[in-house]
């Protein structure tokens, strides 16, 4: 009888089970495309955003030809349709800040930090997975709501070309704001482990500083310390003029990334030496 050869049998490469930067970034991204509040949070980003650009655009194109020659001149076709952003940054830091605090609320960040002992990987596979999803999502939502605003004063006349000066940065820099505000939240969410707490340390960064930073404007200091504040900073990246002579577009927007940085580096300092 002729033998029958036998096909040799693959050889598998046993699984180390080591814990490696790509294995738990990869692991971070399935929980947050899994999760429906990472899907609804982003959904009211970017309809917010999208509605506020449509119903200011609507309303000047309505208003626009009874102003005042002095009322048009002040009109910003670019600035005015992205009032959204103060809308979208509610829900991206909402959501950063619960990318992780949500784990806390569960109790599924001892299993998460469990399977990566050195921790750190954790939040660098958060704040990675959170950066590029947010940073995407809201930079294609900043252009949709231009040029859907322009197509929209083009009627009127007082629309923007994106390579009139100035423009394609405020467009694209409305972006890199919401997504360095989600961090700032992710940086917060780690800091304080708590939900609501983290949730109101944000907003009282960005939302009631400012309204201090006005207070002082009615001393002789205070116009040298609001643009340094760290959303009064951030926003003049949005900016199609300059709005305060201390601080320019990109260095305003740098300082705003340095707050970001300092705040992740105590997450990640206070991560390391807490118990989960």
Known sequence: MTAVAQAPTPVRRAHTGKVTQG?????????????????????????????????????????????????????????????????????????????????????????????????LPVLWAKALVFTVVAWTIMTATAFVCFFLAQSIFSSIHIDKSISDPGVLRAVFGEGLYLTVVGLLGVALGAIIRSTAGAIAALFGILLVLPVLGEVLNLTSWGDHVNPYL???????????????????????????????????????????????
């Open 230 to 276: 760290p959303s009064n900073a951030g926003q003049q990246v949005m900016a199609l003029t300059t709005t305060s002579p201390d601080m320019k577009p990109w260095p305003g927007f740098f300082l705003f990334v340095g707050y970001a940085v300092v705040a992740m580096a105590a997450a990640a300092i206070l991560l390391k030496r807490r118990d989960a």
């Open 23 to 119: 294995r738990v970034i990869k692991s971070e991204w399935i929980k947050f495309r899994t999760l429906r509040s990472s899907r609804w949070s982003l959904i009211a980003g970017v309809g917010a955003m999208i509605a506020i650009a449509l119903l200011f655009s609507l309303a000047m194109k309505s208003h626009y030809p009874h102003m005042s020659q002095a009322r048009q001149k002040e009109v910003d076709p670019v600035a005015d349709p992205m009032r959204g952003v103060f809308l979208g940054q509610l829900a991206v830091g909402v959501l950063g800040v619960m990318m992780i605090t949500g784990e806390y609320t569960t109790g599924m960040i001892r299993a998460s930090l469990s399977a990566a002992p050195k921790r």
